[in-house]
């Protein structure tokens, strides 16, 4: 893995957590204790975890987690495949089963003309498709919340910055906070630049449209503002989402006690 190892040493800590080989990792306890937690519930967020390491493996079972949720398609998946980690479960949550060139056209294309809308328009896509992902995601923390877990897609951005926020809004997470975090990612991926030019560098789709690629790889705070007015205008909230998935009142009430009250048996 190409990285610049300066940039890495300079990430704060926290939130950022060392996961070798794993790009973009943080934990969320420190934004989850703004809410007024004093044990809050162990959960990672991170870019994909295809490139970890022995030693990555073991700061990761060391961080408490037990369970990586994986929001990347099946696509992504065959061609960076998670591997087996002793003591923890890999668990497949894709928010979309594509990601074709011309998709990624269309996003570029929408990125370029209107980034905010272009935004908006892709993260309503994946609430509208993530019942099953983002739905096993809050099944976890209302079930087992002694179990910490990771949740990531490629970068760590847009598939787990959806999910992010809708449990930080539960966890009574300003929107201050929230946008803080999400905009972190300009941090956490610029150890990771080359590298990520160097895979995207044959991809006929990101020569096309170099703008739309640099917008997509951004992490502006205007928008996470523009969505967690979106999901409380458009979808009741996160509350008001949960809801939507199927979640009774008792569910949501026991998943945001959860997120910021660790079961310490």
Not at 24 to 46: C, E, F, K, W, Y
Not at 72 to 94: F, H, L, M, Q, W
Not at 252 to 260: C, D, Q, T, W, Y
Request: proline share 5%.
């Amino acid at each position: 893995m190409s990285v610049d190892v300066a940039a890495l040493a300079a990430l704060p800590s926290p939130p950022f957590v060392q996961i070798e080989g794993v790009l973009n990792a943080r934990a969320l306890d420190t934004v989850l204790s703004t809410s007024g937690s004093l044990v809050p519930m162990r959960i990672v967020r991170a870019g994909e975890v295809a490139r970890i390491t022995p030693q990555g493996q073991d700061q990761l079972r060391a961080l408490g987690v037990k369970r990586i949720f994986d929001l990347r398609s099946n696509t992504e998946k065959e061609k960076a495949p998670t591997p087996s980690i002793d003591g923890v479960e890999v668990y497949s949550a894709a928010i979309f089963d594509w990601y074709t060139p011309e998709q990624m056209k269309s996003i570029f294309l929408s990125l370029e003309s209107d980034q905010l809308k272009g935004f908006m328009d892709r993260y309503k896509q994946m609430l509208d498709n993530g019942a099953s992902g983002y739905g096993a995601i809050l099944e976890h923390v209302r079930d087992r919340p002694q179990d910490g877990f990771l949740v990531h897609c490629s970068a760590g951005k847009d598939r787990t910055g959806v999910i992010v926020a809708v449990l930080l809004s539960l966890a009574g997470v300003t929107d201050e906070a929230i946008v803080e975090d999400y905009a972190m990612t300009r941090l956490g991926l610029a150890p990771y630049e080359a590298l990520i030019a160097t895979r995207f560098a044959d991809k006929e789709e990101w020569r096309a449209h170099p703008e739309g690629g640099r917008r997509l790889l951004s992490a502006e705070p205007a928008t996470m503002t523009e969505f967690l007015r979106v999901l409380r205008d458009q979808y009741g909230g996160a509350e008001g989402y949960c809801a939507k998935l199927g979640f009774s009142a008792e569910d949501i009430a026991r998943i945001k006690a959860n997120l910021v009250t660790r079961d310490m048996r």
